[in-house]
């Protein structure tokens, strides 16, 4: 293959995700948008926590709250989409799951299967978590669902980043 | 995000076949003629929303590379074409093939392909208030993922 063909190919694939990109950290992250403009967070960029929710909007129902990361590869750099589902336990303590399903990583809903109600569901291949993020025996994924570090500051919730729990 | 025809996902699909059993194909018009515009925009309205739903289905999705061609192109040429792509992935064990078009056209071809054709609606975004669109986008991206997650049911 010549130089020249691969350097064009390397620019369509940047030129393609890049419109993709952008176009989907502005549809996808509507509701941060207020909040990457609030310059009272701005001088956070950088940081490695970022803002993601009003601790008095958090109820013992989960939620899913989206926001975006930056992230750097060899090529450039973007902002990756990533949401948490976020919720007070019984103890008032916070939690804040990654929706990333340790199967194959597909994106899991809080009580979306009528058949095992107040469980995180993939709907990939059925995959099951309860409440507190545990995998359920019996269905594909073998760890609890990562927990996102997090800390709280003037009434916000900041996340950072997600790590694995130990073994159910 | 990320383009699925890639070393890493090749290597995860080949190890996990049977889980990853689904090909998505976007069906991607070409035009540089005076509706090259409007083709352009739905280029990118197919292809925000197939990404967006790899990332949220990448455990039992492959996306593969756009299925391109003019809109001058015979249509009986694009449709064989298609049934070929079709026919290689599922000889390769894809249980499921689903292409994601806005162009009406393949409506129409729909009986004589073996996948499933899901149509999005055709949509003016180069002239739509920003709000507005996003709000289009947030609900199409909702309104695809529940028909793929039935296909599979
Ligand atoms: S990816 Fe969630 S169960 Fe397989």
Redesign the interface.
């Known amino acids: 293959m010549s130089n020249k063909h691969r350097v064009s190919r390397r620019q369509f694939?940047n030129y393609?995700?890049t419109?993709?990109?952008g176009?989907?950290a502005?549809?996808?992250l509507?509701p941060m948008v207020r909040f990457a403009l609030d310059p009272i967070l701005k001088e956070e960029a950088g940081a490695e926590m970022v803002p993601v929710a009003q601790v008095k909007d958090i109820t013992t129902e989960p939620q899913r709250f989206d926001f975006k990361v930056k992230v750097k590869d060899a090529w450039y750099e973007?902002e990756?989409?990533k949401s948490a589902w976020v919720y007070k336990n019984e103890k008032g303590d916070i939690v804040a799951l990654s929706p990333i399903?340790k199967?194959?990583?597909?994106?899991v809903n809080w009580n979306a299967d009528k058949e095992h109600p107040n469980q995180f569901f993939?709907?990939?291949?059925y995959g099951r978590y309860t409440k507190d993020g545990t995998n359920v025996p019996g269905t594909?994924p073998m760890h609890p669902l990562d927990r996102y570090e997090y800390k709280v500051k003037d009434g916000k919730l900041y996340l950072g980043k997600a790590k694995p729990r130990g073994g159910a | 995000m990320s383009v699925k025809w890639t070393v890493n996902d090749v290597e995860l699909y080949l190890k996990e076949k049977d889980y990853i059993d689904t090909a998505v194909i976007p069906l991607m018009p070409l035009s540089l003629s005076s509706g090259a515009k409007a083709t352009a925009s739905v280029g990118e309205f197919v292809q925000l929303l197939t990404g967006e739903l790899e990332r949220q289905l990448k455990g039992r999705l492959f996306l593969l590379p756009p299925f391109t061609y003019f809109v001058t192109e015979r249509h009986e040429e694009r449709v064989r074409r298609l049934a070929e792509w079709t026919r290689e992935l599922k000889e390769n064990g894809m249980k499921h093939v689903f292409y994601v078009a806005c162009d009406r056209e393949w409506k129409e071809a729909e009986s004589k392909l073996e996948g499933t054709l899901f149509s999005l609606p055709m949509i003016p975004f180069y002239d739509m208030d920003e709000t507005y669109k996003q709000q289009v986008i947030h609900e199409q991206i909702s309104q695809l993922l529940s028909a793929f997650i039935s296909q599979w049911t």
């Open positions: 694939l393609t995700l419109g993709v990109g176009f989907m502005a549809g996808m509507m973007s990756e989409p399903c199967h194959l990583g597909c994106t993939c709907p990939c291949h594909p």
